[in-house]
C-alpha cells in the first residue's frame, strides 16, 4: 500500500507511536482517543535499549534525551541492600545512551507534540462506536454522531481493548496475576544513575527521570484486582516498605501525598491466534499486554508500530502486510509476556525462583535482535 486513509483508535504510547510512524511513510492518519483531557499517569518509564533504538529510527530520539535521563546500565542488589550485579545494556543507536528514563507526562508531550506536528488529526473525547469492514474498506461511526471511511483501522486501545472485543470476540481477557504495582516520584539523590532494582518477594527499583527526579515502582502481592481508597493510599505503600532495604527504607517516610501515589493491579494478555480481521488490526496491549517485571510494554508497543508501518508501506493488501507484521512481532511479544509473567510468580512463590540479573541479560540479548 503506497497510499490509504488509516484511523488509530487509542491515543496513548503505541498509538501515538503509528502515527507518527505512518506519517513518516505517507498514509493519512487519523487518531481517536477517548480521554477528553489526554491525561496521564504522573509518574515514570523506561525506555530501554531497543526502544532508543526504534525512537532514533523515528527521528525523535533528540526529543527523548531532552525530557528524559540516559544510562547504560542496571544495577541488582539483594533485598539485604548488597549489590550483586551491574548489567550493561547494548547501544543499538549510535552516540546515545543505552536506555532513557523519562516521565509519564514528558513522555506523552513528546509523542503527541510531534503526532501533531506529522499532520496526524487527532480528535479528543471520541470513540468509534461501530467498525463495517465490507472488505474493500472500513466504515466507521463515531460517538459524537459523526461517521467516517477507512482503508484500514488499528486497534491500540490498550488492556480493555474494545477494537479487540470487536473483531475477535473469543480472545482471552485480561488475567490478574496476584500482584499490584506502586508508584512514587522522588528527589533523584546523585547515587541513582540507572535502574537499581532489587531482588526479593517484592520488586523494588529506582529509575532515574532527570536531572532532579527519579521514581520508585514496588511490586506487592495483592488479592487479584484489589482497590484502595484515595485517602490513605500513601500509608498502604509506606506500610508494605517496613522491611525494605536501608536505601529504600530512607525515602518511605516521604512517601505522604496520597494523590501522587500510582496504583495499579497487575494483569497480563497474550493473543495466540490472528492478530487481525479483515482491515482491523491490533497492536500493543490490545493483544500483548505484559507486567512490568522486565520493563518492556511500551517497549513492545512501539516497536509493534513501527513493523506495522513498514509492512504496510511494502505490501500490496492490509492482509499481507497484517500477517507479515504478526510474523515479526509474535514470539519476541510472546516472550516478553511469559517471562515478565515467569518474574511475578517467583515472587509470589508462584513458580521458581528468578534470577533478576540473569533475565535482564537475556531481555536485552533478545530485544537487541532487529525487529
Known sequence: MKEGKIL?????????????ALRGKGFEVDLLERDPTWSVYGVGII??????????????LDDYLEAGFGFDHVEVYLPDGRQVAKIPAPKLAEGYPANIGIGRPALHKVLGDRAKASG????????????????????????????????????ADGLYS??????????????PTGQSVWRYNFVRP??????????GPMGIGLVPLSADRMYMFVTTPETPGRRFEREGLAAEMRARLRNAPPRISELTAKITDDDEVVYKPLECLFVDGPWHRGRIVLLGDAVHATTPHLGQGAGMAIEDS??????LAKADTPE????????????????IVERSRAIGDAQLGKGPPADTAGESRKMFEITAQPI
Do not use: H, M, W
Open 306 to 311: 513501527l513493523v506495522l508501518a513498514d509492512e
Open 320 to 335: 499481507q502486510a497484517f500477517e507479515a507484521y504478526q510474523a515479526r512481532r509474535f514470539e519476541r511479544c510472546r516472550y
Open 120 to 155: 496526524a488529526n487527532i480528535r479528543l473525547g471520541v470513540t468509534s462506536e461501530s467498525l463495517k469492514d465490507d472488505g474493500a474498506g472500513v466504515d466507521v461511526a463515531f460517538s459524537d454522531g459523526s461517521a467516517g471511511r477507512y482503508d484500514l483501522v488499528i486497534g
Open 8 to 20: 488509530i483508535v487509542g491515543g496513548g504510547i503505541g498509538g501515538l507511536t503509528a502515527a507518527i
Open 190 to 199: 546523585d547515587d541513582v544513575t540507572c535502574l537499581c532494582a532489587y531482588e
Open 162 to 175: 474494545a477494537t479487540r472485543r470487536a473483531i475477535i470476540p473469543d480472545a482471552p481477557i485480561p488475567e
Open 47 to 60: 525506555q530501554q535499549s531497543n526502544v532508543v533504538r526504534a525512537v532514533a529510527q523515528l527521528g525523535i
